[in-house]
């Protein structure tokens, strides 16, 4: 289980050398929610939970007579209970207590700077308006859906109708949880590929869904050489074989945190046929899809048959620089979406106005503005500059294909032996070993991404780390020159 409350890093602030943004400091927090119950077959159809049936009988109410409750009555449900610390508390408890002091916190990925000045009016300006304040209607704001199917419609070749191919949710997090809990059975199948959005899990589990793990793989010689992360592959016949018939989902995520990947069209179009063979739903999350270095192909719009079997994913968090915002969205088809748009009401109602209606006026305006290529540009300049630290200390990355984060594989720095981890940083993998020590020694936070990959593959990514470069340009300096410290380590 991995859900997490991240406790906000104590960060280094600055003030944006960006052209495009201003200084402030933010958190990210993400949440889940829970279950629905029920039985399954091989087939497209939602859980009978968002479907109307007749009214049941409904079952007496047992209450005991006691008013004290007994303990068991109060503990938590296994989905929250989980023992093991997760990689967020981990690495912000190590950073508050850090001898280094403020932190440069290269770990979560949310941005060091604010969104551009025309979106920041545009919400201002809708908190002025009553109607902006007031519930939005469940399947999200007229105005933004009309924006986002305007916006996507040229990438399509055809137009998205606003109304039937256009949910907006609660970030893209909630838009994915309310997916699951549209299509999954206790039991049905869900290939996820490793490393994975650590979210996806939770939010599989909670309507009882069984993950099928592929793992991704870097080059076999990432620690001798500077990769495309594009070189991070997949097995496809370890793929189709991991095809059952309960195979119910696929998550695919391009442009891909951590790695950075970008998936080729030929790839999709191998993920593509599999789906369609066998009739498996394709939730793409494309959050990151204004960023990208390489050509960036949406696996939706491959053929009208993949179509009808994808379920696009969007954030205007990660569009327009506002994770805290949480507004994100789906496109697809009336036939798969109609169960999203019904599951997404049962858990939250509808999303935040005044926001959705900021975020229309900034998909109105992006290209006017040239913000879609200015974001491009701005973030391929961070990546640049950021790993020029990497070069120096010759220590090879992945040259990320889009996103904002970038692994760097530090299979080259020698930890002390007698290094004093501690217990629960000593029994993790050694990229957790890696981050402790960055964090205690440099101040710099990063992820140590075998947190997002299932214990049996581990192995592949325990040399590595993962930064997130959307931070201002004066804390990617000081990252650097912290980085710096890693000379002495390097053998
Ligand atoms: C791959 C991926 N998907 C989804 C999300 C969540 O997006 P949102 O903030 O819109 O919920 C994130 C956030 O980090 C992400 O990295």
């Not at 207590?97 to 809708?126: E, L, R, T, W």
């Not at 960055?438 to 192995?459: D, M």
Request: charged share 20%; net charge neutral.
């Amino acid at each position: 289980m991995r859900l997490f409350c991240p406790r906000p890093l104590r960060q280094f602030s600055s003030s944006s050398t960006s052209s495009t943004s201003s200084a402030s400091t933010s958190t990210s927090v993400l949440a889940g929610l829970c279950a629905s119950p029920a039985s399954s077959a091989f087939s497209i159809a939602p859980p009978r939970s968002f479907t109307r049936s007749p009214s049941a009988p409904s079952r007496p109410r047992l209450f005991s007579s006691s008013a004290v409750m007994s303990t068991t009555k109060l503990k938590p449900a296994a989905r929250v209970s989980g023992q093991r610390q997760d990689v967020w508390t981990i690495i912000n408890e190590a950073a508050a207590a850090s001898p280094k002091q403020p932190i440069v916190n290269m770990g979560q990925g949310f941005f060091g700077y604010n969104p551009p000045k025309f979106i920041i009016d545009a919400a201002k300006d809708a908190l002025d308006r009553v109607e902006c304040n007031q519930y939005s209607p469940t399947k999200g704001r007229p105005r933004l859906k009309k924006a986002i199917a305007d916006a996507y419609s040229p990438f399509w070749g055809r137009t998205i109708n606003p109304d039937t191919e256009v949910t907006i949710t609660t970030g893209a997090n909630e838009g994915m949880l309310s997916a699951f809990m549209a299509f999954i059975e206790p039991g049905d199948e869900v290939i996820v590929f490793e490393p994975f959005f650590d979210q996806y899990i939770s939010n599989i589990e909670m309507p009882g869904g069984k993950i099928v793990y592929v793992p991704m793989a870097p080059p076999a010689d990432g620690g001798e050489r500077t990769s495309s992360a594009g070189e991070w592959t997949i097995d496809f016949d370890f793929l189709e074989k991991s095809v059952t018939p309960r195979t119910k989902m696929l998550v695919l995520n391009t442009p891909h945190n951590p790695v950075g990947k970008v998936f080729s069209r030929a790839e999709l179009q191998k993920i593509a046929d599999i789906c369609v063979k066998h009739q498996i739903i394709i939730l793409s999350d494309e959050v990151y899809d204004r960023l990208f270095f390489v050509p960036f192909v949406r696996i939706g719009t491959l053929s009208p048959e993949v179509a009808k079997l994808t379920l696009t994913v969007g954030s205007a968090g990660k569009n327009f620089y506002a994770t805290g915002w949480r507004v994100g969205w789906l496109i697809g088809e009336p036939e798969l979406l109609q169960h999203v748009s019904a599951a997404h009401t049962r858990i939250c109602y509808s999303s935040v106005s005044p926001l959705q209606e900021a975020c229309a006026i900034g998909f109105e305006q992006a290209d006017k503005e040239g913000f879609w290529d200015e974001s491009i540009k701005d973030m391929k300049g961070r990546m640049d500059r950021f790993n020029e630290i990497f070069k120096e200390l010759d220590i090879p990355y992945s040259e990320p294909e889009g996103g904002y984060f970038v692994m760097a594989n530090l299979s080259k720095v020698k930890l002390p032996a007698d290094y004093p981890f501690p217990p629960h940083v000593a029994s993790r993998p050694r990229d957790f070993k890696l981050a402790w020590f960055l964090i205690q020694e440099l101040g710099v936070a990063a992820i140590p991404p075998t947190e997002f990959y299932t214990e049996a593959n581990q192995k592949l990514a325990e040399d590595y780390l993962r930064f997130a470069v959307c931070k201002p340009d004066d804390v990617l300096e000081l990252a650097k020159e912290r980085l710096r410290g890693l000379k002495k380590f390097i053998e």
